[in-house]
């Protein structure tokens, strides 16, 4: 075979530069606008104004220790259910897993008013089970420890989903022959499994980090009722608050947050750096540990866990929608559907974002999809630099927070488009776009994966009798990649259907989203209809997960996140 | 690979329905959503071949999203429908708005609305105090926020969020006996601004803080609903916003944005208003149920054109004692 087939023209010509193009559009343009714009405040003074703002420290101090304590919390209790869940024969290990996940398909916004739900004076679940704290205390949430706890309850899955990753590959024999010699439990945990682990905890932290130094919707509620502003809710308002400078301000803004990210995945990549982590022997460790006797400790510690960072702030949100008016204790006589009928019946809001949610979501996991799929294809194929290079540049921008890439694409369509003479800002295509470009790598990531575990053997002999690209794409690729593809379009569509951080700064009258309809809804007062809202989007999110796991079967091992 | 592709065509074809289908007509205002939603509604039943979509949030917020859409060369709002008339004499100024002269503007005190016809009072909203009824001091004046007994428990919106709680403190700030000091000593005793009067009522109702400075409507409504809740006005006097109606100069809809400001300024609108709890701006109406006779409610005067000149200063006036939220 080889002498005859060059690996690189079984593609079309157009393929490659089609992808290049795509990448330079979605992440290159934007970025470059932002560092433009960055550049021009540097030129023109206005980064000096913007450093010598007071508030800018005190929210880049809050942000910075929010998201480190945030990471603590998250990789406490990411860790604790990773080891249990992955290591030990604890179970009902796929509910618990499933349940575990659940946090983080959910939209932060909603657990944040979930918890504001649950604690504090006006919590209806405190008041109808008569627990509630007196008149005048705080919200105990409205501070740099609420926000860190729900920045650690929402990420402790991101950990979970990277340190099992790892645990998965942990070579059995190593345990067993540990175990011959006569190691303890302890031992073994603490001198091979502990030091094995640590990459896929580093990773863990690093993104649980970044993810907590981007999020928008648990400092947004409870933040900024306490005055303890983040970067992500200080750019919000300073475009709450419009002026000449804003843009030039939030460029500089945005470009701290990139910083403080970057800075992140420089600290575990140094962290990982000059270690080597290579194992060898039969991995799949499951079941390394029997719990025995402390599995009566166990059990019962994960599913109080579980219990309260899932259904005690369900129940908290559900009883803030069925409560008739702020600061009625809830009673079966009291209970009211109003919210519900009001957000489901008479609100057009619910509509439109119902609408433009689902939709957007939907079009951006399938047109992602077709793009992915050649993208895969083409850098699969190719193992050169540009492809490397086009990679790492599809990564980019979903790693950074999802702000700074909203302000990026508002300053490359703030104008009408040149030539076109079309304005995309304040129209739901500019939301399309950056979710486009947000989402790339949350779309390729599965596909790749199943491009490769594909044998090439197969496409090679299609074109040997004869089939063009497109002939064989439809009937050899597309069939073989079609579970990955599957679980690729429903993840996509799950984060994108939740999204908060890019559309609370590009909607416009008409183009609201959940994320933002249930925020707004708070904002202005009506917590009860943001609470039914809530309600009725976490039934969804469960709903869709559900589907996930009944596909699950089909879908290559890895595919969908919470199952082994 | 069918389904897929059929699927994408649905999805891309429901996209470009979004936009087909969008509004005739675009209304940013500051009312509570549900009250947003019946005005709406209330006209789209009267003008059944005109599509309103509408987009809340406080004044300042919502003038702010306008101002951008405005640089960005593509403003979306048709008709504003906001809380006080200085902003949009602002606009006004700024050539921003269209004049339009309402045959129902017959009927409103001549003070209500602008001679030129560019936008017209809808309503009388008057901010005063609202309680919880388990506090422990009864409130009658503003004075008495600044009592002891009310230490660490009064809340107040923020003239960041609120167009109502700016003209408020600039009102307030007027009155001799009260002025900035009151808002220093109110500051002394642990009082917060934060967000918009929506904040306030589910601060007090909820009993996070005991007193709040409010606009009318919403504890009188919530006490009929139940919430423990008491609104009183207090014996200095109230400030007052009328929540105005204009259209936008910018709008490619100025038929539909002219019958929706004839609609709510006509006796149904005002009516609709009156459901839900707002005092009504145009002659010959009703009270709310609720609310005291109007005579008796002592509204506190303020200089429309000192408060323009003065916004920027007064906000920093406010920003220096309670922090920029």
Redesign the interface.
């Known amino acids: 075979m080889h002498g005859y087939i060059k690996t690189g023209n079984s593609q079309p010509a157009w393929l490659f530069p089609f992808v290049v193009i795509v990448v330079l559009i979605l992440s290159v343009l934007p970025l470059a606008r932002l560092a433009m714009v960055g550049i021009a405040a540097f030129a023109d003074g206005g980064v000096m104004t913007v450093l010598g703002e007071a508030?800018l420290w005190s929210t880049t101090y809050y942000t910075v220790v929010t998201a480190i304590l945030g990471t603590v919390i998250s990789l406490v209790i990411g860790c604790l259910f990773a080891f249990l869940l992955t290591l030990t024969d604890i179970r009902a290990k796929g509910l618990l897993s499933f349940f575990f996940v659940l946090p983080m398909m959910i939209p932060p916004q909603v657990t944040a008013l979930a918890w504001v739900q649950m604690s504090?004076?006006?919590s209806p679940l405190l008041k109808a089970l008569h627990i509630?704290p007196?008149?005048?205390?705080?919200?105990p949430l409205y501070s740099v420890g609420g926000i860190a706890l729900l920045y650690g309850v929402q990420h402790a899955p991101l950990v979970y989903l990277a340190l099992r990753a790892g645990l998965m590959t942990l070579p059995r024999d190593g345990v067993e022959a540990a175990r011959l010699s006569g190691a303890s439990s302890l031992r073994v945990f603490r001198d091979i499994i502990l030091p094995l682990s640590l990459p896929g905890i580093i990773a863990g932290a690093a993104i649980s980090f970044v993810s907590c130094t981007g999020n928008f919707g648990i400092p947004a509620i409870l933040g900024?009722?306490?005055?303890i502003?983040t970067l992500p809710t200080l750019i919000f308002?300073k475009?709450?608050?419009?002026t000449?400078r804003?843009f030039g301000d939030v460029a500089v803004l945005s470009a701290i947050i990139a910083v403080i990210s970057v800075v992140g995945l420089m600290i575990q990549d140094r962290a990982l750096r000059g270690r080597d982590y290579r194992v060898i022997g039969l991995s799949g460790a499951s079941a390394a540990f029997e719990l025995g006797i402390w599995r009566f400790a166990f059990t019962p510690l994960v599913w109080v866990i579980l219990f309260f960072m899932l259904a005690a702030p369900f129940f908290a949100l559900l009883a803030g929608a069925l409560v008739?008016?702020?600061?009625?204790p809830l009673t079966f006589k009291?209970m009211s559907l109003h919210a519900f009928e009001?957000i489901l019946f008479?609100?057009?809001?619910t509509r439109?974002a119902f609408?433009?949610s689902l939709?957007?979501a939907?079009?951006t996991a399938?047109?992602l999809?077709?793009v992915t799929v050649l993208a895969a294809y083409a850098l699969t194929r190719r193992k050169d630099v540009v492809s490397r290079i086009v990679s790492s540049l599809i990564e980019i921008p979903y790693s950074l927070p999802g702000i700074v890439m909203a302000v990026s694409f508002i300053l490359v369509f703030?104008?009408?488009i040149p030539i076109l003479h079309v304005?995309l800002?304040?129209?739901?295509w500019i939301i399309?776009i950056a979710y486009f470009s947000s989402f790339f790598a949350v779309s390729l990531k599965p596909v790749v994966s199943a491009f490769h575990q594909l044998d090439p053997a197969l496409e090679e002999a299609a074109r040997l009798s004869g089939a063009g690209f497109f002939r064989r794409l439809?009937d050899i690729i597309?069939?073989l990649i079609a579970p990955a593809?599957g679980a690729s379009v429903i993840l996509v569509f799950l984060i994108a259907c939740n999204e908060l951080t890019i559309s609370a700064l590009l909607w416009?009258?008409?183009?609201?989203t959940l994320g933002v309809a249930i925020y707004?809804?708070d904002?202005?007062?009506?917590?009860d209809?943001a609470s039914a809202l809530s309600v009725l989007v976490v039934l969804m999110v469960v709903v869709l997960m559900l589907l996930l796991e009944l596909l699950a079967k089909r879908l290559p091992k890895g595919v969908v996140p919470w199952r082994g | 690979m069918k389904t897929i592709v059929s699927a994408a065509a649905l999805v891309a074809a429901s996209l470009l329905a979004i936009p087909a289908s969008a509004a005739n007509l675009v209304l940013y205002t500051s009312q509570p959503n549900e009250d947003a939603q019946a005005t709406v509604d209330g006209f789209m039943t009267a003008n059944p071949d005109i599509k309103v979509d509408w987009v809340r949030d406080g004044t300042p917020k919502i003038m702010a999203k306008l101002q951008a859409e405005i640089q960005a060369g593509n403003p979306v709002a048709d008709v504003l429908l906001i809380a006080d008339v200085v902003t949009l004499e602002r606009l006004k100024e700024d050539g921003k708005l269209l004049a339009y002269k309402s045959p129902e503007a017959a009927q409103y005190d001549a003070a209500l609305y602008d001679t030129d016809g560019y936008y017209y009072s809808t309503k009388l909203i008057t901010t005063g105090i609202m309680y919880n009824t388990s506090a422990a001091m009864k409130p009658a004046s503003w004075k008495d926020l600044t009592k002891p007994e009310a230490k660490g428990l009064v809340t107040m919106p923020s003239p960041l969020a609120s167009g109502a709680a700016l003209i408020h403190a600039q009102t307030l700030a007027a009155v001799p006996g009260l002025g900035w000091d009151f808002y220093n000593s109110l500051a002394e005793n642990g009082a917060i601004a934060a967000g918009g009067n929506g904040a306030v009522l589910k601060s007090v109702a909820s009993g996070e803080k005991a007193y709040g400075m409010v606009v009318d409507y919403l504890p009188i409504r919530e006490k009929a609903k139940g919430a423990p809740v008491e609104f009183v006005f207090p014996s200095e006097g109230v400030s007052a916003v009328t929540e105005p109606v204009g259209i936008l100069a910018s709008t490619k809809n100025a038929d539909a944005a002219k019958k929706f400001v004839d609609y709510v300024l006509s006796e149904k609108g005002q009516e609709g208003f009156l459901k839900l709890g707002y005092i009504p701006a145009r002659n010959g109406m009703k009270l709310p149920e609720g609310f005291p006779a109007r005579d008796t409610i002592k509204v506190l005067p303020i200089k429309a054109a000192d408060a323009l000149k003065n916004t920027d200063q007064d906000l920093k006036t406010f920003s220096g004692i309670y922090g920029s939220n």
Do not use: H, K, M, W
Request: with cysteine.
């Open positions: 508030s504090g004076p006006s509630a007196p008149l005048g205390s705080p919200q900024i009722p306490a005055s502003f308002t475009f709450s608050a419009f000449s804003t008739p008016a702020y600061g009625v009291t009001e008479r609100q057009a809001v439109t609408i433009n939709s957007l939907g079009a399938l047109c999809l077709v703030a104008a009408p304005s800002y304040g129209t739901i399309l439809a597309v069939p593809a416009s009258a008409g183009t609201q707004n809804l904002d202005s007062g009506s917590s209809l």
